[in-house]
C-alpha cells in the first residue's frame, strides 16, 4: 500500500472501473491533483505534478511499478513516489488507496 502516514477520511474519487489494469486517471480532491495508476489490480495515488517542471504525472506512462513523466522522462516509484531517474530528484506525494464497493476510496489528500 502507499505511504497512510497522513491519516484523516476517506473521499471518494471515482468508480472502480474507470481506472483499470494498465491505466492512469487523474482526479481532483480538493484544489489537489492526484494520479491514480492501476498495475495488475494494484491500485496506487501520487500527486499529479511532476517534481522537475510540474507537468502532469497523468500525461505520462506505466513501466512496471513507475510512472514516467512525457515531458522530458523523469520516472517516479508508484509505491513510494521517490524519483528513480533523472532529471527529478525530488519524489512526489502518495496517498493511501482502496477500492470499496466499486469505489475508488482516497486517504492522505
Ligand atoms: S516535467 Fe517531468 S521530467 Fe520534466
Redesign the pocket.
Same mark, same amino acid.
Do not use: L, S
Given at each position: 500500500m502507499p505511504d497512510a502516514s497522513a491519516g484523516g477520511d476517506w473521499t471518494r474519487v471515482c468508480d472502480a472501473d474507470e481506472v483499470a489494469p494498465g491505466q492512469i486517471k487523474a482526479v481532483e480532491v480538493g484544489n489537489l491533483r492526484v494520479m491514480l495508476a492501476n498495475v495488475d489490480g494494484d491500485l496506487y495515488a501520487l500527486e499529479d505534478r @511532476?517534481s #522537475?517542471?510540474? $507537468?502532469p504525472l497523468s500525461a505520462g506512462f506505466l513501466e512496471g511499478r513507475q510512472v514516467e @513523466?512525457v $515531458? #522530458?522522462? /523523469?520516472r517516479f516509484d508508484l509505491e513510494t513516489g521517490k524519483a528513480t531517474c533523472l532529471? /527529478?530528484v525530488r519524489g512526489v506525494r502518495t496517498f493511501e488507496v482502496q477500492v470499496d464497493g466499486g469505489d475508488v476510496l482516497l486517504r492522505g489528500a
Open positions: @511532476c #522537475h517542471q510540474d $507537468f @513523466c $515531458f #522530458h522522462g /523523469a532529471p /527529478a
